[in-house]
């Protein structure tokens, strides 16, 4: 969301009103992003292509504002915006305090118009850290497998977002 990457493109602050806000009958946005912002500044720098880099130093503080700048920029545009918190990632202490706190915000702010808990739905509640073993990929960190994203997609608050089912 924040740095953008040469092997991911601009940062999502630079390109979400050319790439999600102009899309023509867009009325809702969801927000999942964050948890690389979280996880490159942690990697080691590489010589040759660094995917990883700027290795931009991170807070919560930081992704938060970055959230607040999306939020106000869909807004504008009369889009509602809803939050989605970010999935266990098997991080660091340190890393995985910034996504408690993002998460923490997202529930609680009221600065999104809804919040989808992907958290919640795929968390292993004996290590809250970490995505149940049945919604783990394969990578043991923080992909989802096809049922992790079925669990993903049972999250959404359908009606709140004023859709029905098959559409």
Do not use: W
Request: proline share 8%; aromatic share 6%.
């Amino acid at each position: 969301m924040l740095s953008g990457s040469p092997c991911y493109g601009d940062a999502l602050l630079s390109r979400f009103d050319r790439d999600a806000l102009r899309q023509p009958g867009v009325r809702t946005g969801i927000l999942l992003i964050g948890i690389n912002d979280i996880n490159f500044p942690a990697m080691p720098p590489r010589a040759g292509l660094d995917c990883d880099g700027p290795h931009t130093p991170l807070t919560a503080d930081l992704l938060l504002r970055g959230y607040q700048r999306l939020i106000a920029q869909a807004h504008q545009r009369g889009v509602r915006i809803y939050g989605a918190t970010l999935t266990p990632a098997s991080l660091p202490p340190e890393r995985e305090a910034i996504r408690t706190a993002v998460n923490d915000s997202i529930r609680s702010s009221r600065a999104f118009d809804g919040v989808i808990d992907f958290d919640r739905a795929l968390l292993d509640p004996a290590h809250p850290d970490r995505l149940q073993r049945r919604y783990d990929s394969g990578d043991q960190i923080i992909h989802p497998s096809e049922a992790g994203y079925a669990a993903m997609s049972e999250a959404f608050p359908i009606g709140e977002m004023g859709l029905t089912k098959g559409r």
